[in-house]
């Protein structure tokens, strides 16, 4: 079946403008998690979501930072004001939860951004 | 809190070696997952192994095998007969079984080399 995608793959935007990403997860994946990875390092947890609720928002990294989800399906993920330091590779990932606890989760192939 | 060390920040392997990448984790929890994902230029996370720790039989799957310590907190990766399309970051990770807190390591930049 399909994986997870995420739109746009790159996105170059000016400082100070505010953008969106999106992620879709595999169908009937109700665990979501959005991570960052700047360049040449390991990936930085974000944000996850269980069905539209996201009960950890401990690593979004300042409040200009925000996620939402929707119908447990797509989550966009907003970064206001943007700042050069938030270059990175944003990517989200997807997993089921089961009775026996969390299952793995599936990688989307990232979202490329780079503030000027 | 959890954490994830890769000691190993790059590696490099003749083509049809092994090479083995390591990992060592930090954890006061019983019941976890760890993971090894590979990252190639395409930048897609692309998991390679599972290994949940109440298993005392290491996982393997096909050419990668690990090597679980649980009382060392260790949690190598053994890559056999290595092939070009290996070379990538491999990024080991530890998740608790009771949520979804997640941890990655730094990684391992692995070259093989023809």
């Known amino acids: 079946g399909a994986g997870v995608s995420q739109s746009p793959s790159n996105k170059v935007t000016e400082k100070g403008k505010d953008v969106e990403l999106r992620c879709d997860p595999i169908?009937?994946?109700?665990?979501l998690y959005w991570y960052r990875q700047r360049l040449g390092q390991g990936l930085e947890f974000l944000i996850y979501f269980q069905g539209n609720s996201a009960p950890d928002k401990s690593g979004l990294p300042s409040d200009r930072f925000s996620a939402e989800r929707t119908g447990e399906s797509v989550s966009t993920l907003t970064i206001q004001r943007t700042q050069q330091e938030d270059s990175a590779v944003y990517l989200c990932?997807?997993?089921?939860?089961?009775?026996?606890?969390?299952?793995?989760?599936?990688f989307g192939p990232g979202t490329r951004l780079t503030v000027l | 809190a959890q954490t994830v060390t890769q000691s190993q920040p790059e590696m490099s392997v003749q083509e049809a070696e092994t090479v083995t990448l390591s990992c060592t984790y930090d954890t006061s929890e019983n019941n976890y997952y760890l993971f090894w994902y590979k990252q190639p230029p395409s930048r897609q996370m692309i998991l390679v192994i599972r290994?949940?720790?109440?298993?005392?039989q290491n996982a393997t799957e096909n050419r990668f095998s690990v090597n679980f310590q649980k009382a060392a907190k260790s949690f190598s990766l053994k890559i056999s007969d290595s092939q070009l399309g290996d070379t990538a970051m491999y990024f080991c990770a530890f998740m608790k079984r009771a949520n979804n807190d997640m941890r990655f390591g730094a990684g391992t930049r692995l070259t093989v080399k023809p």
């Open positions: 290994q949940e720790a109440y298993k005392q």
């Open positions: 169908s009937g994946h109700t665990a």
């Open positions: 990932a997807s997993s089921q939860v089961r009775d026996s606890g969390t299952d793995t989760q599936y």
